[in-house]
């Protein structure tokens, strides 16, 4: 159980072109989910948190007008990087929580969805 | 301090040796801990949950120390394939550190 899907895996796409990255939970309701970056050989790093049915909150520093977050169903959230460029090229990862009511439970990961903007 | 703070490493070892990483933690009311890795170019996968009495699944042991306020991570017996990064989670902060790596040589 506990399964997250990414959608694409992998994108190319022109600078000034958006992108939207879907994260589906496939057997269980996500009330949240969490959207994160990371470049090559650094760490992953927190985006944002997404609520279904709410504003998503953005961590410090990170657009929230670029980084458009639909959380509009329990079982999918989309990212859309608006106006790509190059330094938006990134290795993006959605994860969720199986239990919405507890911390106890571990983040399962999407498979990830690698960006390259030329 | 980092509420999460683990060693940077890299850990370089021979096939079948022993190695073990720590991860300290700050806040003492810590609940869940998890232990993740990751591949390279591929999302991080949990690896298994830190139970207080500490737990072990097969050549993998994970421990608590609430006292010290750490949770370590024991390989035994390393395997090639156990190259990888590992990353602590601790209290499902949803942020993480830059994580141990790990290079098991042949």
């Known amino acids: 159980g506990a399964v997250v899907s990414q959608h694409p895996s992998w994108v190319i796409c022109k600078s000034g072109t958006s992108v939207k990255i879907e994260c589906r939970s496939l057997?269980?309701?996500?009330?949240?989910m969490f959207w994160y970056r990371q470049f090559p050989k650094q760490s992953l790093m927190l985006m944002a948190t997404?609520?279904?049915?709410?504003?998503?909150?953005?961590e410090q520093g990170v657009e929230k007008d670029k980084f458009l977050i639909n959380h509009a169903s329990l079982t999918l959230s989309t990212l859309t990087v608006t106006s790509a460029h190059p330094e938006d090229s990134s290795f993006y990862i959605c994860?969720?929580?199986?239990?919405?009511?507890?911390?106890?439970?571990?983040?399962?990961f999407g498979n990830g969805t690698r960006l390259t903007v030329t | 301090r980092k509420e999460v703070e683990q060693d940077p490493g890299p850990f370089n070892v021979p096939e079948g040796a022993t190695v073990a990483f720590n991860c300290t933690y700050s806040?003492?009311?810590?609940?869940?801990f998890f232990w993740y890795r990751q591949d390279c170019r591929k999302e991080p996968k949990l690896l298994m949950s830190?139970?207080?009495s500490g737990n072990e699944d097969g050549r993998f042991t994970a421990q608590l120390n609430r006292a010290s306020q750490y949770i370590s991570l024991l390989i035994r017996d390393s395997k090639l394939s156990d190259s990888a990064t590992y990353l602590c989670?601790?209290?499902?902060?949803?942020?993480f550190g830059a994580g141990t790596r790990l290079t098991v040589k042949p």
């Open positions: 994860s969720a929580r199986w239990t919405i009511s507890s911390y106890n439970s571990p983040l399962h």
């Open positions: 057997d269980f309701q996500a009330t949240t």
């Open positions: 997404s609520n279904e049915g709410s504003k998503a909150t953005y």
């Open positions: 806040n003492s009311a810590s609940q869940s």
């Open positions: 830190v139970y207080s």
């Open positions: 989670v601790v209290n499902n902060d949803m942020r």
